[in-house]
């Protein structure tokens, strides 16, 4: 019988168990022995010391101390973890787990209008005639004794046919505002047809139509503002006549209940009374040739004015100054830093000396020097989703800034899949600040001394000295600095200078696309058998199970010892120390090419090609995010901007089998996901082509004898990965392994396909010759090897005789994307699935015959079963 195992008796049998622990979460010694009393009675007294206080409107909770004092370093607390999951598991966990979804929506200050009976209600608003609201829209004109009229039309499911039918420019001959919002518009034409004939229109909004996917050679925003120039907001966003309507709209004169005020004011403009203007996220590019309406003579009152999130890219920083210091009255600015107004607040506070506050910051405490602006300066990023979802995937939409991460692991190895995990209400309403008085780690309690009893939990302690009623708060990025890309990762949580970020990545597109491969160089004859002039068999010394079992050429005999052989092949590194160790030299032949890492690491082959050749059609758009988050941000941004779809998936550097892999189209969560390690973010394949309905990848073996002179050769066969679920882009299939990965060898059903059968069926279900698809293959094949070799010269090596594994998807164009490129150890197991192979016009199993066909081309120089690239 097992003895039982060991249980904390006392503090030193702690501080022993969790010595490592204790040292990593930077808790400070003195408070070890506060945080075992705490953790064996399990004492969770927070709710004495602070109180949740909602802010932002409610749409945020911030942490206030009430207790009169609070010294540094003086205590520690401990919180509970809400929630706990893997990632693929959440959506699953928030609709299955009672109450759970509820409890996370109030503390994420959710609102719950995406419940099944909101949903309902939503569906019955939608089912409303729409004719009758025009009614009383009409009526209510009637009542106001104007003949102006704001239509609210969001999401009501109108299609091209209803909107015809509604008539608006005849029933409405003065159309101020049209809100079409969520509808069913598909056709331009028929869109410009009917909103064309509103010339009174100030303002239209056509957010989530599908007629804002379709791609013209003129936008369509562009053919509504010639129908329609007096159009001053389009989409939310302002455009380029915006003038007094759209100023008075943002400060809150103009709604649906009073469109337009005109005949009451006989002439004076509606901007006289306005104190405070919110102009953020506009789009505004220049603000300055608006300078006669922007002044004290058209906007006397006005002393607050938020410039947040627009490019002003035509305007200069000269330019923008004389502007604002036509208001002599403004003393409230807020604008993006860096951004229009240079990267300096002390600059911007000179320039304007009647400012008493920037960016929410006191502008006296800017001069003197006691606060950054970054630290309040940036706008809190709130989710975005839909009157129709349901609470749990408002959830997922909202969850990111609240989580946290950690990683198990033992002595033996660590867990290949991160747990995330919600802070209770405590510890998640604690706000970010860059000089943060407050700091929390995650702590792993082994009750009984081993990780089988673990329970998680984070502790909380002041980091400076606390007084009452101030708010407490924690570095989100505690320990990250710039040179780990620290402004760029606050986008997480933060509306950050979207223009910064468009301009570094119209910079860095702009580069690459300047890139071209140099010319390839000649080959040369090489030799083509490495066989002994004593025609002895070539001793072969393997550690790889399948070589072991399947090389049975009477060319290559086994070795026990890697001194005796002629041939290493193996699964492990072998670099110069581990030659020297083993006694090995140039005779011997390598499985490996120095510097393979160009290209059997996810970054490093991303960024071989690109340096080569750009942006090639057959790579996606590929950032290495722990160098290229900016640019990253920047193209997501320029893509939203453009009405582009944003889908990405990120994996790690060198993990396979699609461990710690996502797909997502949140960039809060692309950035978090760097949290779990070094990744690249790929511009998902939104549209691939499919078989029987479902996604497959193709997975092609590459023999290289040299690469310098290239000399490499394609097997005559590929082996077919499917996934097992149909493919689709709904949201919440992001979560289903099965739908959107192949690799289903260690996760869910296996599911291979003979190779000729497959060609056959697709080329049958698609009308295309796969021969042609195969020929587009083999080319990106050879042009990602000559990228490696052009780029990476040292790869050359006479010693050296490798296989890699490609793995390729065909998009719906029938175009190749290359997915990897992986190391000769990962296509082992391919001896392990027979696939038919074509051979001039007799077809043969490779299978277990794998390593004979490999080892007769790399080291007889067999073409058999194998073609030249």
């Known amino acids: 019988m097992a003895s039982p195992q060991p249980v904390l008796k006392n503090f030193e049998d702690f501080a022993s168990v969790h010595g490592t622990l204790l040292a990593a979460s930077g808790l400070p010694p003195a408070l070890y022995r506060q945080l075992f009393e ?63 979804a509820e409890r996370m929506a109030s503390l994420m200050c959710v609102d719950s209008d995406g419940s099944l009976e909101s949903v309902e209600s939503e569906k019955n608003r939608s089912e409303l005639d729409v004719m009758e609201i025009l009614g009383r ?50 056709d331009p034409e028929i869109l410009l047809q009917e909103v064309g004939r509103c010339k009174n229109l100030k303002a239209l909004w056509l957010n989530d139509n599908p007629v804002l996917n379709e791609r013209h050679r003129t936008p369509l925003g562009d053919r509504i503002l010639a129908l329609i120039p007096g159009l001053e907001i389009y989409n939310s966003l302002f455009t380029c006549n915006f003038g007094e309507w759209a100023l008075a709209y943002c400060g809150g004169i103009y709604s649906s209940d009073c469109p337009d005020d005109s005949p009451s004011r006989g ?8 104190t405070s203007l919110d102009l953020s996220d506009r789009c505004i590019k220049r603000l300055s040739y608006k ?36 208001l002599s009255n403004l003393k409230l600015l807020e604008v993006d830093i860096p951004g229009p107004l240079g990267s300096s607040a002390m600059k911007i506070i000179e320039a304007l000396p009647g400012l008493s506050s920037l960016n929410g910051v006191d502008t006296r405490d800017i001069l003197e020097n006691r606060k950054h602006v970054v630290d309040s300066g940036l706008q809190p990023r709130f989710p975005e989703w839909k009157a129709s979802d349901t609470l749990a995937e408002r959830v997922i939409a909202a969850m990111w800034p609240y989580l946290m991460t950690y990683r198990l692991a033992d002595m033996e190895k660590i867990d290949d899949t991160p747990v995330w995990y919600v802070m209770d209400e405590l510890g998640s309403a604690l706000r970010h600040s860059d000089s943060a008085n407050f700091r929390v780690a995650p702590f792993l309690y082994m009750p009984n001394g081993n990780i089988a009893s673990s329970m998680s939990f984070s502790i909380l302690w002041p980091t400076q000295n606390v007084v009452q009623g101030e708010e407490c708060t924690r570095d989100f990025l505690f320990g990250i600095g710039e040179e780990k890309q620290r402004s760029a990762r606050l986008t997480a949580w933060f509306h950050t200078p979207e223009d910064y970020f468009i301009q570094e990545f119209l910079k860095y597109q702009e580069k690459l696309l300047s890139r071209k491969l140099p010319s390839p160089r000649e080959a ?67 499985n490996q090419f120095p510097f393979e890492a160009c290209l059997v690491m996810k970054h490093h082959l991303a960024e071989t090609i690109q340096k080569a050749l750009g942006f090639p059609a057959w790579l996606q758009r590929t950032y290495n995010l722990e160098t290229q988050l900016t640019e990253l941000i920047g193209d997501y941004c320029h893509r939203k901007r453009e009405n582009l779809d944003n889908l990405w998936i990120l994996k790690p550097w060198n993990m396979a089998r699609t461990i710690d892999t996502t797909v997502t189209s949140d960039l809060s969560a692309i950035i978090r996901l760097m949290e779990t390690g070094p990744k690249i973010c790929q511009k998902y394949i939104e549209q691939p082509a499919l078989f029987r309905g479902r996604k497959f990848d193709l997975r092609y073996i590459v023999l290289v004898r040299s690469m310098n002179p290239l000399e490499i050769f394609l097997l005559n066969v590929f082996w077919v990965r499917l996934a097992n679920n149909p493919y689709t882009l709904n949201k919440n299939s992001l979560f289903e392994y099965e739908t959107h990965f192949t690799v289903m060898n260690y996760i869910g059903r296996l599911h291979h396909m003979n190779a000729a059968d497959f060609s056959r069926e697709f080329e049958k279900e698609h009308q295309i010759r796969w021969l042609d698809i195969h020929e587009r293959i083999r080319k990106m094949i050879r042009s990602t090897f000559e990228s490696a070799s052009a780029m990476h010269p040292g790869m050359q090596s006479s010693s050296s005789r490798v296989i890699y594994g490609i793995d390729v998807m065909v ?19 391919a001896c392990q699935h027979d696939s038919e192979a074509v051979v001039g016009s007799h077809s043969v199993l490779i299978g277990h015959d794998f390593f004979n066909v490999v080892f007769g081309c790399l080291f007889l120089g067999e073409v058999a079963h194998v073609s030249p690239l």
């Open 38 to 100: 705490k953790l064996s009675l399990e004492t969770f007294d927070g709710g004495s010391f602070f109180s949740i206080e909602p802010c932002e409107g409610g749409r945020l909770r911030c942490l206030v101390l009430t207790a009169e004092f609070m010294a540094k370093e003086s205590c520690v607390f401990l919180i509970d973890h809400a929630w706990t999951f893997r990632l693929l598991d959440a959506l699953k966990q928030l609709r299955e787990v009672p109450g759970l």
């Open 524 to 590: 040369s004859t090489m030799t083509t058998s490495a066989l002994l002039a004593d025609g002895r068999p070539l001793r072969v010394y393997t550690d790889i199970p399948q070589v072991e079992d399947y090389l049975r050429r009477p060319e290559f005999v086994l070795s026990t010892s890697p001194k005796d052989a002629d041939i290493i092949w193996t699964s492990r590194q072998v670099d110069e120390e581990m030659k020297k160790a083993l006694g090995l030299g140039e005779h011997h032949y390598f």
């Open 137 to 186: 829209e009409i009526e209510k004109g009637r009542e106001r004794g104007s003949d102006a009229v704001w239509l609210e039309l969001e999401e009501l499911c109108i299609n091209d046919e209803m909107l015809c039918s509604m008539n608006l420019c005849d029933r409405f001959s003065n159309l101020v505002a049209l809100n079409l919002w969520g509808n069913e518009l598909r």
């Open 811 to 829: 998009d719906a164009n029938f175009n190749p994307k290359l997915l990897e490129v992986t190391y000769c150890p990962d296509c082992h197991r």
């Open 291 to 326: 300078r006669e309406i922007i002044s004290d003579s058209v906007m006397p009152s006005l002393s607050h004015l938020n410039l947040r999130g627009n490019p002003l890219n035509e305007d200069s920083e000269n330019d923008m100054i004389k502007c604002l210091q036509g």
């Open 267 to 274: 002439g004076s403009s509606p901007l006289g009374a306005i």
